[in-house]
């Protein structure tokens, strides 16, 4: 059973970056046959995804247009978690942030409890 | 980006009647090489995240009732409770991952009980 342990603050001054971490158990973040997802959820934006990253021989990693300039997914190998840092957060970036395994084919199947960040000084 | 609309945006439906929600794609999401819809559906209840009941349009997730069934191929999918429970009252979202990475989500549907 595949489970993702989400942690990171929920409090994020304006202009600073967000940064979250997704432990994952159960799967490894480097499998052949997965990719490790980013998404968050606003009552003005609805769910958006964010950004994917996978390893197929090479890690690769893809991000939404809307936040490409100021977003990175790192995996980390040797604690079998990614992350996600989001920098020059306005108080638009505020929404309750998920993980999530996307299968070989794509769609989502296993997602971490969510964090509620808000952006606020 | 594949824009996906949901119907109706709220649903009251009385227990152990049939709910039914659509969802609407801006383009097709059904690959010809192999024959597969590529729409899943979610389940959302408060404070928990979404929960997968359907995928390829049609197969149910390991452990969802049998009461949950999708159809549709295309553009447009149908996602019925045959008969709905007490325990089904949730936000159901669609989301198409035939565009991947580009994933997107209807604007999710939300059941309540008559």
């Known amino acids: 059973q595949v489970q993702l342990q989400q942690s990171g603050p929920g409090l994020v001054k304006p202009s600073q970056t967000l940064s979250l971490t997704c432990a994952i158990s159960?799967?490894?973040?480097?499998?052949?046959?997965?990719?490790w997802v980013w998404i968050r959820q606003s009552p003005s934006r609805g769910l958006e995804w964010l950004a994917r990253?996978?390893?197929?021989?090479?890690?690769?990693?893809d991000y939404a247009v809307s936040v490409k300039s100021r977003i990175t997914i790192n995996p980390d190998t040797s604690k079998n978690q990614f992350s996600l840092h989001l920098n020059s957060v306005t108080p638009e970036d505020t929404a309750v942030y998920y993980c999530?395994?996307?299968?070989?084919?794509?769609?989502?199947?296993?997602w971490g409890q969510g964090t509620l960040v808000t952006v606020s000084s | 980006d594949i824009v996906m609309t949901q119907s109706p945006d709220s649903l009251a439906v009385s227990l152990g009647e049939r709910a039914t929600i659509n969802c609407k794609s801006s383009?097709?999401?059904?690959?010809?090489?192999?024959?597969?819809?590529?729409l899943a559906w979610y389940q959302q209840k408060p404070g928990q995240p979404p929960k997968l009941l359907i995928y390829w349009a049609s197969t149910r997730e390991s452990g969802v009732p049998d009461r949950f069934s999708g159809s549709g191929s295309g553009t447009d999918f149908t996602l019925t409770i045959s008969s709905l429970q007490a325990e089904d009252v949730a936000v159901y979202y669609c989301l198409q991952y035939s565009d991947t990475p580009k994933y997107t989500f209807g604007q999710g549907t939300k059941l309540e009980i008559k």
């Open positions: 990253t996978y390893y197929r021989s090479k890690w690769y990693d």
């Open positions: 383009q097709s999401v059904l690959f010809s090489s192999s024959n597969k819809n590529y």
């Open positions: 999530s395994r996307a299968t070989y084919n794509g769609y989502l199947d296993y």
């Open positions: 159960g799967d490894s973040v480097s499998s052949n046959s997965a990719a």
